[in-house]
């Protein structure tokens, strides 16, 4: 792939949200998920864990579960400030339910070295704990997430699959993680809806000098 084309990949993705009925070949899938795995990601631990649900009734539980949790948080008087932006999230909660394949990502949490040093400090020292502190802002095993599943998306990007990322269903992560069997002491950080694309969006992005800044 010469630069022109990987340029084009990376500018010819878009997130989809509507999909043809057609099945995605579990091939297809598998190849996405082993590419995803050559990521970067914290230490090399690779604790991540890839569920993939074909079967229409899972998928419509979870769209069914973040709907009632949207519905909820819409009903909360709190909401009535933001009702126009609230309700139209709240109408647009559950669209992945109409995908053919809904992916959950999971990751086990990172403890770097260093992380074990402050962990055993930060109950009487508070230098470690600001330091700790720190490192939990920028979660390790998030970030790793994050790398892998960017990576699948390119990857589906390049198979003629459409996709979208989505971390809006952690509102109900208990419910889902239920419907998953979630693997042990790991947890969902996004699910990733996947078929064949059925409309293609367009979006811009900021100009490049406007978010750059080079410090000489
Ligand atoms: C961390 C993250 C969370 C996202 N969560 C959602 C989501 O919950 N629902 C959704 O429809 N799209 C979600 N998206 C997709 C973004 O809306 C999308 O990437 C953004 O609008 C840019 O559009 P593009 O991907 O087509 O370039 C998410 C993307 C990222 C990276």
Redesign the pocket.
Known sequence: MNAQELDMLIKG?????QWKKEDVPDELLKKAVEMATWAPNGGNYQGWRFVVVKKKETIEKMASAVQSVADKIASWPEAMPWQEDVNRYQK?AS??RNAPVCMGVFMSGYQSPMDKVLVARESFDREAKEILGFRRSAPTAIQSG?AA??TM?LVFHQMGLGA???????QAKREIEAILKAPPNMDLI??IAVGYPGES?Q?E?KPVDQVLEFLY
């Open positions: 993705r878009r997130s989809i949200r647009n669209f992945f994050a599943v960017t998306l979208v990322w989505l971390v809006s269903p952690i996004c699910l969006p979006r992005r």
